[in-house]
């Protein structure tokens, strides 16, 4: 990825972030400088995984918590499901299915 494409994912993905922080957040959201730590990350992921935009980065980030949450509720990772399986949307769906670990549902 070039650097200024880079940059520019970078900011988008930064104020993403920070958007969705202080929804959450509220009156105790603090802003937080991400813009040099997302790009370098960017860098990473764009020459691993083919991670180039706003909306892959969002799948990405919900499969990773889908894969964890799996583990938590079968005893076993989602090794077979990979990042680009589905859009953001579908892996909020896919979390909201798994149980909690004490049985009861999302």
Known sequence: MNNEKNRALALEI???????RKKNL????????LEDDVADTLDVLEAEIGLNSLADF??????????ELH?????VK???SRWYDHD???W??????I???DGSSR
């Open 14 to 20: 930064t104020s993403h972030l920070r958007s969705e």
């Open 26 to 33: 509220g009156d105790s959201y603090v802003d937080i400088p």
């Open 78 to 80: 989602a090794r077979w």
């Open 58 to 67: 969002e799948a990405y980030s919900l499969w990773e918590a889908y894969y």
């Open 99 to 101: 149980p909690l670990v």
């Open 88 to 90: 953001a949307d579908g």
């Open 71 to 75: 583990k938590d509720a079968y005893g």
């Open 92 to 97: 909020r769906k896919k979390i909201a299915s």
